[in-house]
């Protein structure tokens, strides 16, 4: 028996399986979706050119940048370029509408806002916020702009929330960087743990949230985890393994990793997560009210030590603190932890579908508007699945032939060299998953980031 015979593959390949007329009219549902936010751009020009940047995120382009999505379009570049670069548009409300929309149609009570950063690889020292920092894409230093992002995970799915692009010390005390890059007055230096918390409070006046998760980065930080109480939310962040913790029957400080080698098997349960995109998972978690040190070493606040680590041959461990309300389930706080890989998922599917990293923009605007733009397709693809209901094309599935392409118009102003360059730029991605506007994202199920229910073992 083949692979391909398999019942394993064969249930895979009718999950993959996404007929002609599900995705008909995709087109025409990109444009009663953007009907909600075209009133937030300014003049009839920046209607029309939203929607081409939307179609150019959702098309096959290999480089979804400005200049490719314009010859694509019948377009000339320099009027795309400036509405994405420069354009005078209110990003923020159209955030805001985005985030109005994700509470109608994901909002719970229970849901977990998700915070994580992530970085952009850069040539020079031009583009807005640029230096040598932490780059979690390429796994090392190197130079790079960082954005603060916030994801929203519901039992109903998952869409991103906000972004905000992080301006090291140096240029925000640099006023004349600060000028060429058009960095507005009130854009101070802060930590990236203090843009996550006023992305929180901003994104809690439309959305409703009782859980915050993130990664180490910002679970690190007591100040952070303060913030967190001060505005009476709950958490499960990620620590790092050498923080030190004291039990509340110990008087010595250990780390949390040594902590939890000491702890009898009887403090374990073990549960199941699922079903994810990768089918259900074994996990093994503990859990153990510790006191924790604030950022100046001195003891803090009591807090619950979670540490959860995988069942499989290669275990991963993470290691949490966590603060709910009074009588919370180890259950619960696992499942909170697991729906912050929403927001790794959604910020892969950004970059592989519609060019989140795709962009020649220099200044505070231009990131921003970028973003906003990308965020946008991201949210059209995540309610494209719903439709479909977690049908999954896959990386090779063939394009209907009445897949929806933009016209091409006469270019009478392009050179023979602009060809060339449109030709190069239209190749067909294949290194990452694209979509094609009949064609809806791969993967993006709300049960991939694990929103599904616990389960004990028996």
């Given at each position: 028996m083949s692979l391909l015979e398999h019942p394993k593959a064969q249930a895979l390949l009718a999950d993959a399986e996404v007929s002609a007329a599900a995705v008909r009219g995709c087109q025409q549902r990109l444009t009663q979706f953007l009907k909600r936010y075209l009133p937030k751009f300014y003049r009839?020009?920046?209607?029309?050119?939203?929607?081409?940047?939307?179609?150019?995120?959702?098309?096959?382009?290999?480089?979804?940048?400005?200049?490719?999505?314009?010859?694509?379009?019948?377009?000339?570049?320099?009027?795309?370029?400036?509405?994405?670069?420069?354009?005078?548009?209110?990003?923020?409300?159209?955030?805001?509408?985005?985030?109005?929309?994700?509470?109608?149609?994901?909002?719970?009570?229970?849901?977990?806002?998700?915070?994580?950063?992530?970085?952009?690889?850069?040539?020079?020292?031009?583009?807005?916020?640029?230096?040598?920092?932490?780059?979690?894409?390429?796994?090392?230093?190197?130079?790079?702009?960082?954005?603060?992002?916030?994801?929203?995970?519901?039992?109903?799915?998952?869409?991103?929330?906000?972004?905000?692009?992080?301006?090291?010390?140096?240029?925000?005390?640099d006023d004349e960087r600060r000028e060429k890059c058009h960095v507005p007055k009130e854009v101070k230096f802060q930590e990236g743990w203090r843009i996550a918390l006023d992305l929180l409070d901003r994104s809690r006046q439309d959305v409703p949230f009782a859980w915050v998760a993130g990664d180490d980065e910002f679970g690190r930080a007591s100040g952070f985890r303060a913030g967190l109480r001060y505005r009476k939310l709950f958490y499960v962040v990620d620590i790092p393994c050498n923080i030190a913790v004291r039990p509340l029957d110990a008087e010595a400080w250990s780390s949390v990793e040594a902590l939890a080698r000491e702890q009898p098997s009887s403090h374990w349960r073990k549960l199941i997560l699922g079903p994810g995109s990768k089918g259900r998972k074994v996990v093994r978690a503990m859990r153990l009210r510790v006191q924790t040190r604030d950022d100046e070493g001195r003891p803090g606040t009591i807090e619950e030590l979670v540490v959860i680590r995988t069942v499989e041959g290669e275990p991963r461990t993470w290691y949490t603190l966590a603060r709910g309300p009074e009588g919370t389930s180890l259950e619960k706080l696992v499942t909170v932890h697991a729906r912050r890989h929403g927001i790794e998922e959604l910020l892969e599917r950004g970059k592989g579908e519609v060019g989140l990293g795709h962009y020649e923009v220099r200044s505070w605007v231009g990131w921003h508007h970028h973003m906003t733009l990308s965020l946008l397709a991201v949210w059209f693809l995540v309610q494209e699945k719903d439709r479909l209901g977690g049908k999954n094309p896959g990386l090779n599935s063939a394009p209907d032939a009445r897949a929806i392409r933009v016209p091409a118009q006469a270019r009478t102003a392009q050179t023979q060299a602009d060809r060339r360059r449109d030709q190069h730029s239209a190749t067909p991605q294949r290194r990452e998953p694209h979509l094609r506007l009949a064609c809806p994202a791969q993967n993006f199920s709300p049960t991939a980031t694990g929103t599904g229910r616990i389960e004990r073992l028996q």
């Open positions: 009839v020009e920046q209607h029309e050119l939203a929607e081409v940047v939307l179609q150019g995120k959702l098309s096959h382009l290999q480089r979804k940048t400005s200049e490719p999505i314009a010859y694509q379009a019948g377009r000339h570049r320099k009027p795309v370029q400036n509405f994405v670069g420069a354009g005078a548009w209110d990003d923020e409300a159209v955030m805001a509408e985005l985030r109005r929309h994700v509470a109608q149609a994901r909002g719970h009570e229970e849901g977990v806002a998700v915070v994580d950063g992530s970085g952009f690889a850069k040539k020079g020292t031009e583009s807005c916020g640029v230096a040598r920092q932490w780059c979690g894409r390429l796994g090392k230093v190197d130079n790079c702009q960082v954005g603060v992002f916030l994801a929203y995970v519901s039992e109903r799915g998952f869409a991103p929330l906000d972004r905000r692009l992080y301006l090291p010390r140096e240029w925000a005390e």
